[in-house]
């Protein structure tokens, strides 16, 4: 009689039991399958149904590194958006046309500039009559948007809710202020930093600018913190963001920079053009970084928004019932 070929490296013992539990992995485990959609993170074929340890089939990057890059582990931590389009439409209009709004606010500046070094002519005095009326109505649009800030979700504090308003009201002696720059001031003057001295009372509306805009960015900050936090690639630093308070440090600069206008005045004739002409750089670096740091607000708005509409899956979306395990059921 024969015998059985004897197994020289038994993992079972004579009950059956697997007498290395460390050897082998759960077959438990190793059953999962994806019972959500999840798109690879590489070539996003939708590895529904393949298996947490199997690769993609498309290009081979493993189930386990999309798991890793598309799935939010605190994604059950997060209350539900009210209204979801509503917020995302929020967020990208404050964003857009807040940049879009800084845009045209240095588009007088950029003609005086063309007009003294490209054109080499005299600088036409006044500020044509649309500057002022698309910049407000952006700022409008903005302010708008900023409503979205207001009370998102259930988890939003009272307080933070009331902060929100405070800043969605702010727009209010924002675009007025504006308004009263380029479109009454501005029309009837000579081009201020380069032909004439700005007058006291445009530097004084551009300081209610300045608060204006500090208001808001500190009333609205505590939500979009909030909302931040729902974007994966924000939240874990995968993308670089824009935040809030380099906003407000560069409205600071800015802010600086018209003190030291309304300084010169009263200072000595031997200093005058010395803290004027500083106060035009502070001025002009401050505009440059709010701008640029609006720019990067829009990036991070949309990012935002995707989230808030089409919100990172958690392992319960794509292992279902089983993401517990089967200790934890």
Same mark, same amino acid.
């Given at each position: 009689m024969t015998e059985a070929p004897r197994d020289d490296n038994p993992t079972t013992n004579a009950d059956g039991q697997d007498e290395h539990p460390g050897f082998a992995p759960d077959p438990t485990r190793i059953g999962l399958s994806l019972s959500g959609a999840l798109p690879c993170y590489v070539c996003s074929y939708n590895l529904q149904g393949l298996s947490v #340890?199997?690769?993609?089939?498309?290009c081979g990057a493993a189930v386990r590194a999309t798991i890793l890059y598309r799935v939010d582990p605190d994604a059950e931590a997060f209350q539900p958006v009210f209204t979801p389009r509503l917020t995302a439409i929020g967020l990208v209009l404050w964003a857009s046309c807040g940049f879009l709004a800084a845009c045209i606010a240095w588009s007088p500046r950029v003609i005086d500039l063309v007009e003294r070094f490209v054109v080499q002519r005299a600088? #036409?005095?006044g500020t044509p009559l649309w500057i002022p009326r698309l910049l407000v109505a952006l700022t409008a649009l903005s302010g708008l948007g900023a409503l979205a800030f207001i009370r998102p979700s259930k988890a939003v504090p009272k307080l933070a809710s009331a902060l929100?308003?405070?800043?969605?009201l702010a727009y209010v002696p924002l675009a007025w202020a504006l308004w009263r720059i380029h479109a009454v001031i501005d029309a009837? %003057?000579?081009?201020?930093?380069?032909?004439?001295?700005?007058?006291?009372?445009? #530097?004084?509306?551009? %300081?209610?600018?300045?608060?204006?805009?500090?208001v808001i960015i500190l009333a609205l900050r505590p939500n979009a913190r909030r909302l931040v936090q729902r974007s994966l690639a924000l939240r874990k630093g995968r993308v670089d963001r824009q935040t809030l308070l380099g906003?407000?440090?560069?409205?600071?600069?800015?802010?600086?920079?018209?003190? %030291?206008?309304?300084?010169a005045g009263s200072c000595p004739p031997s200093l005058r053009d010395v803290v004027a002409d500083l106060g035009t750089i502070l001025i002009a670096v401050g505009s440059l970084l709010f701008t640029i740091g609006a720019a990067s607000a829009v990036m991070d708005g949309w990012r935002i928004a995707r989230s808030v509409v089409l919100p990172a899956p958690s392992m319960k979306d794509i292992l279902g019932s089983r993401a517990r395990g089967p200790d934890n059921d």
């Open positions: #340890t199997a690769s993609c089939p498309e600088i #036409t005095p929100a308003v405070v800043g969605a009837g %003057m000579a081009s201020p930093y380069f032909v004439a001295a700005p007058r006291a009372d445009r #530097t004084a509306l551009r %300081m209610v600018v300045g608060g204006a805009l500090l906003l407000a440090v560069a409205v600071a600069i800015v802010l600086a920079g018209d003190a %030291m206008w309304l300084l």
